[in-house]
Structure formats: C-alpha cells, structure tokens
C-alpha cells in the first residue's frame, strides 16, 4: 500500500472513531496500534502518514502495515 493510499483509507479519520493497526516485523506485544478519538493530519511537506489523538502524533510506515480496523461512528442521541 503506497502512503497515497492509505491517506485515502484514512480519510474518514476525523476524531469520533478509535483505529487499530496491525504491523508486521515485531513482536506480537508490540504488533498491534490501537489510537482512541484518532484524526488523520492533513498531507504536510514530508508526505509522511500522520495521525493523532489531540495528545500524540503517530507516523504509520505503509511498507509494515498488515491490517488496519476502523470504528464506526457511535449514533449520537
């Protein structure tokens, strides 16, 4: 997947859904990103993935990434 497309993936990111992401290479205690209330960053010169939670960015390398899971938005009363 090229960072492109999974920008894209991503787009839906805009706080309201938790992610998790499932990377290969590690140890099965590492392999595994869960980002509550997660945004994806807009496109920044470095063209790096970007996302955060209001409290930390994480950069997602699209070369590691194996699988990636996306909430759904809860129903607001």
Known sequence: MSPEQLR???KELDGTRDAAFGFAGLPSH???LVIHKAMLIPD????????TDGQSIFIIEPDRLVWIKIALKKHVN
């Open 30 to 32: 590492e392999s595994v």
């Open 44 to 51: 920044e010169p470095d063209h790096l993935v970007k996302l």
């Open 8 to 10: 894209q993936s991503l």
